[in-house]
């Protein structure tokens, strides 16, 4: 699949972003690294092939607003997880005119056969995706007898037509986060790495699967809180994110994000499954969990970065979550 990616101004690239289904179908796992200079911003993108499944994850720095075209026709058909982890962007589908938009911490999960179309994202932004994808064959192995939605799928998918699981991006959760990070920070090798890989990617699947039992109903939510709610509580974990280094009061996020208090406390528990700042605290150690184990950074610069009273503080909350005191998680 060829990416073209230009500007305003005509100045235009092309991106490499697919694969076939020889090498997704390989007995070991081939990855590639790229890095991406454009007049208009600058991209790392990496690429795991592997026994049936294909991830990809980039990091999109744009100094100008993008248009992108995308073209996947030569593509295998897959089942698609996409994980917008920073940024905000849109892809419209000139095929059935369907539009999906990339929203900050949300996912979905998506069966396109062939696509093509073309999207926007704007300057100044830092863009950071990942995906998951199955080949029809692999999803439909993993599909027998597990969950009635991904049951159902699987039974959909042989008509072969375009499929959207949700109408509506679901809330990435802190198990999604941290499962995007172990596979994107794998420390194995040979055939290790391809066995630890293929069980995050299916851990991944079960995550998404459960998100969107939870979210349809299958575990529904209570009668007084609206999709309107809903939509107002996703924004108050958005903002939550982006400011949890001075995070606002509860009367504060609940004016911001436009709902009252007691559905902002109600709703998010029902949405994540946590307090509002049970959640923010869980975000913050599993920032801190990458940093020191991944990153290798100091105890105290961790426990500063992410506004921590003291190191003896966060030491305390770290292995309250963790289990372990962070100077073992850092090895």
Known sequence: MIVSVYDAKGRAGKVNQGTTAAVIDQTQVIERRNKIKFPFGDAEMVQLSFAGIFVKYGDIALREQINLHMDMGDEPSVVELHFTLSGYGFLQNERNGDRYDFVENFCNMHYLPQFTGAGEYAKDTRYRFFEVHFTTDAFLALAQNSSPLLMDLANRISTDSKIDVSKENMPITMAMHQCIQDIMHCQFSGGLKMMYLQSKCIELLALQAQAYETLTGKTPFSSSITADDIERIRYAQSYLIQHSLQPPSLMELSRIAGINEFKLKRGFKEVFNNTVFGYLADHKLNEAREMLLYRQLPIKEVADQLGYSS????????????????GQAKG
């Open 311 to 326: 190191v003896q503080h966060f030491s305390k909350a770290f292995k309250k979550k963790f289990g372990v005191a962070p």
